[in-house]
């Protein structure tokens, strides 16, 4: 299953809505999480089954679609939000990542 | 609370093979399924294999088959990722993750700190 994400790279400013695409090449149900990577640091899961929050991530950070369409919405940019994010389909044993969004300062 | 702890930075020739481990810490590592992941410097994340204790088997990306072995120690919580022959597009951070209980098929919610795996001549 091909994960496409877009854009794969934007910048904002401090409080602006920011909003990731991810396209699924076939049907997933709501098999789809969203991680956060910064340079350096580990991933971070942010969203699992497409629209949950995981333990501990800020509210600001919301995930919503189904089937082939989803998108991570981060409603209010944080300065430790600039990150390079990543859709992941869980669906297939054989797991594939997004391409990766890279959110830098505008 | 579980914590995964990797070996070690590796530096190897193109050709030679390299042994990767994942620690478990804390209770239930017979309920882990971990995975492997990578990032090449300047790329995105790639999915190389699954395996442990509750993986019902290993699992290789078709890129991998044929080239990596995941083992499990279970006297030692842990689990192993071998990546033979070598090349120097294998030059990447490597991380091993645990896959959540979640019911929605594997995500990864506890990972490695990464192991840097050097290939050069």
């Known amino acids: 299953i091909q994960m496409t994400q877009s854009p794969s790279s934007l910048s904002a400013s401090v409080g602006d809505r920011v909003i990731i695409t991810c396209r699924a090449s076939q049907s997933i149900g709501k098999y789809l999480n969203w991680y956060q990577k910064k340079s350096g640091k580990v991933p971070k899961l942010l969203i699992y089954?497409?629209?949950d929050l995981q333990n501990g991530v800020p509210s600001r950070f919301s995930g919503s679609g189904s089937g082939t369409e989803f998108t991570l919405t981060i409603s209010s940019l944080q300065p430790e939000d600039f990150a390079t994010y990543y859709c992941?389909?869980?669906?297939?044993?054989?797991?594939?990542f997004g391409g990766g969004t890279n959110v830098e300062i505008k | 609370q579980v914590h995964l702890v990797q070996s070690g930075a590796e530096v190897k020739k193109p050709g030679a093979p390299v042994k990767i481990s994942c620690k478990t810490s804390g209770s239930s590592f017979g309920t882990f399924t971990i995975h492997w992941v990578r990032q090449a410097p300047g790329q995105g994340l790639e999915w190389i294999a699954k395996?442990?204790?509750?993986?019902?088997?290993?699992?290789?990306g078709q890129r991998f088959q044929g080239r990596v072995n995941v083992a499990t120690d279970t006297s030692t919580s842990t689990v192993s990722l071998e990546v033979s022959n070598l090349k120097s597009e294998d030059t990447a951070v490597y991380y091993c993750a645990r896959e959540a209980g979640f019911g929605f098929g594997a995500v990864l919610d506890l990972w490695g700190q990464g192991t840097l795996v050097t290939v050069s001549s």
């Open positions: 395996g442990g204790p509750s993986a019902g088997g290993a699992i290789y």
């Open positions: 089954a497409a629209s």
């Open positions: 992941q389909q869980s669906y297939s044993a054989l797991l594939t």
